[in-house]
């Protein structure tokens, strides 16, 4: 599988190769064009519920969006609730049976969805008025059955199950829980347990604290006459309920008093997350608005910005640095700057994240940097202008938010206006480096050594420690204490036996594979050739044309890619021998090779090893089939991570192989099935020449 693996890894360094973008070219600047926005038609019914109409008759459709305008309320021992009210709208309702309002909707091509704030949907012009009686139906008369509930709590609960090992996952989940606290519906998070202990009362009671007329917006878009709408809206529901807005209050989250790291521990991490965190009490009415905008853009807002050209373009830390601005105007608005980076560099990323965001605090943007922010918004802005449902959405933004009435009209002008003092001003006033929470998770016994060293300003950042759900822990003790008997040697030699035995597999000269994949909706065809004398002959091909060739013979190599032929040379050609093995396995030093524990990997418990400085292996403690493969490998002089999962094991001509391989490189995921294994077939040795 190790030929896959260095395919995918050429792939990625011609892709990256001709990624590459001349940034040097600043676009021309040039005033604000005017931006003409139509107001949306309004009424609003006696019950409190809003119509606001876009007429746009380019295309015969329609959209409906319906938002409750909601305070901000923390379910608490019922966190979950409203997540599986939104799963159980839309199936139905006390007239229309499940299996008969789903395929009317789907015999008519519509969509509709339910979310926590509302709901969606979209139809052909000539199906509307049916489409705005089912969303009646759903809306006004769900029909909550027991059987239905407890499949939507079976589901919630497996993706629960399912998401218990992501990185990302509990990453953005400690971020917001020590942002904002747990108590705050931003800061709490959905549980098995939680979820477990939920009945369907549970979910009647929330129905009807959420779904009435009062601070609800219904905004419909498309090939339609005001008139008409304003008809049918009348006609299903006028008589909507209403209720009194209900005021909660929410703790007023702050910002930590001196910048502190926050260690998560994730032992399956093979990637560092990281992300400085601030909060701030910003909406879009603060003059400070726009600016900040900007400021966000310079610092992370694309791959022209500075955490993109410092972290992947200059250090090739990572695939990507990225900041981002989530403005609030019920509670505390959050900035986030961050990224995803090696478990190796993750204290030096750390650091230059910090250096980025003081940098935008003590020094003026430049006026290149400035001009391409505006002209990337006036391009963004005005495309999002096409689009009948956005510019509804501004409308209930103006209405909701107490914005002024050309709020969006002026968006343009606004960002135009912002100068550099402006940009450095609000960085100083918002984006607070010196009293940041910098969440990092990821393999502690990796990392943690470093991250503990971190020294900013000349001064050692205090540390905390986390689990996967913020709670607070003592510092993780990575001391490795082995089973009696567990070792590299023991490990390897079991994984022998378990997939054939040493001797079986020292009879093996040759083997044959093909491999079958997707990449981009694009069929990939493999088949390679392996002896045990060091030659490999691997060839990769799409729609049946050879797009690629490698061939390893002994003390040479060479790759062919669309009839180009480079020989192989250098740490390539070291590293491409190294791996012609058939079993890599028989012929390893384990007396260079490091235990270092058990870990539980998707649910398995497994041994891993270490290799290699940047190679770790890992066999299931039970089976010992090797289950994963973690690599560090350079691409055009950036380093990058991939995994590659063995699954599927199963027996071939007495020897066991893995069926099924997933390879993962950054944000490509690929899944690999072997369709065919020979062993031992006659070898034309001319085939390595």
């Not at 747990?182 to 939680?194: A, D, L, S, V, Y």
């Not at 006033?429 to 503990?452: F, H, N, P, S």
Request: proline content about 3%.
């Amino acid at each position: 599988m190790k030929k896959i693996l260095f395919i995918l890894c050429f792939i990625g360094y011609m892709s990256f190769g001709y990624s590459q973008v001349d940034r040097t070219q600043q676009p021309a600047s040039s005033p604000a064009p005017s931006i003409e926005i139509g107001n949306p038609q309004k009424i609003v019914f006696d019950n409190g519920l809003t119509l606001l109409v876009v007429e746009n008759h380019k295309l015969p459709q329609v959209n409906i969006n319906l938002r409750m305008d909601r305070d901000l309320v923390a379910e608490n021992e019922k966190v979950g609730t409203s997540d599986l009210l939104s799963r159980m709208m839309g199936k139905g309702s006390k007239s229309i049976p499940k299996d008969d309002f789903e395929a009317e909707i789907d015999f008519m091509g519509a969509s509709l969805s339910f979310s926590k704030n509302g709901s969606y949907a979209s139809t052909l012009k000539k199906y509307f008025p049916r489409v705005m009686e089912l969303l009646y139906e759903t809306t006004l008369h769900p029909n909550f059955l027991e059987e239905e509930f407890q499949k939507e709590k079976d589901k919630t609960i497996e993706g629960l199950r399912a998401n218990e090992k992501s990185v990302t996952s509990a990453a953005r989940r400690v971020e917001n829980f020590l942002s904002y606290g747990k108590k705050h519906p931003f800061g709490e998070f959905i549980t098995e347990e939680g979820v477990s202990k939920l009945t369907l009362n549970d979910i009647e009671e929330k129905y009807k604290e959420l779904y009435h007329a009062g601070n609800t917006y219904m905004i419909v878009s498309g090939d339609v006459v005001f008139e008409e709408v304003v008809a049918l809206v009348k006609q299903y529901f006028s008589r909507w309920e209403a209720k009194k807005r209900s005021y909660t209050e929410l703790n007023d989250p702050i910002n930590a008093q001196t910048t502190t790291l926050h260690f998560v521990e994730m032992p399956n991490a093979v990637q560092t997350e990281i992300a400085l965190l601030n909060l701030a009490s910003l909406s879009r009415q603060n003059p400070d608005y726009f600016p900040i905008m900007v400021a966000n853009q310079v610092l992370g807002g694309g791959g022209e910005a500075r955490l993109f050209l410092n972290l992947r373009e200059d250090k090739g830390y990572t695939y990507g640095a990225y900041s981002s601005f989530r403005t609030e105007h019920k509670t505390k608005s959050i900035f986030r700057a961050g990224s995803s980076v090696r478990n190796e560099v993750a204290d030096s990323a750390t650091v230059e994240i910090l250096k980025e965001v003081k940098r935008l605090t003590n020094e003026p943007i430049t006026n290149e940097e400035l001009e391409l922010v505006k002209a990337k918004y006036a391009g963004s802005f005005i495309l999002s202008l096409e689009n009948p449902e956005l510019i509804a959405s501004f409308a209930f933004n103006v209405l909701t938010q107490d914005l002024d009435k050309d709020f969006y009209r002026d968006f343009l002008k606004n960002i135009n206006a912002v100068q550099p003092e402006d940009v450095q001003r609000v960085a100083k006033k918002y984006l607070l480096y010196d009293q940041a929470r910098i969440v990092v998770t990821g393999k502690g016994r990796e990392i943690l050594d470093a991250l503990e060293n971190i020294s900013f300003e000349g001064k050692k950042l205090p540390i905390e420690y986390h689990d996967k759900y913020g709670n607070s822990i003592e510092r993780p003790n990575y001391d490795v204490k082995a089973p009696e008997g567990i070792n590299a040697s023991y490990i390897i030699t079991q994984h022998l036996k378990a997939i054939g035995g040493t001797e079986k597999l020292k009879s093996i000269n040759s083997l044959k594979t093909n491999y079958s994949g997707e990449i981009q909706g694009t069929t990939l065809a493999i088949e390679s050739t392996v002896t045990n004398e060091k030659q490999m002959l691997v060839e990769m091909k799409m729609m049946g044309s050879t797009m690629q060739k490698q061939v390893i013979n002994k003390t040479k190599g060479y790759m062919i890619t669309q009839g180009q032929k480079m020989d192989l040379e250098g740490d390539m050609l070291s590293k491409m021998i190294e791996d012609a093995e058939i079993f890599p396995e028989l012929n390893m030093d384990t007396e260079t090779i490091e235990f270092l524990g058990e870990v539980d990997l998707d649910g398995v418990k497994a041994y891993e090893i270490k290799v290699s400085d940047n190679k770790t292996l890992f066999y299931d403690i039970n089976s010992f089939y090797k289950l994963q493969s973690t690599e560090t490998v350079s691409i055009q002089e950036q380093i990058q991570t991939t995994i590659i999962k063995f699954k599927d094991h199963k027996e071939t001509e007495g020897i066991i192989l893995p069926h099924t391989t997933v390879v993962s490189m950054g944000p490509q995921e690929i899944n690999f099935t072997l369709e065919k294994a020979t062993f031992n077939d006659p070898i034309d040795p001319q085939i390595f020449e």
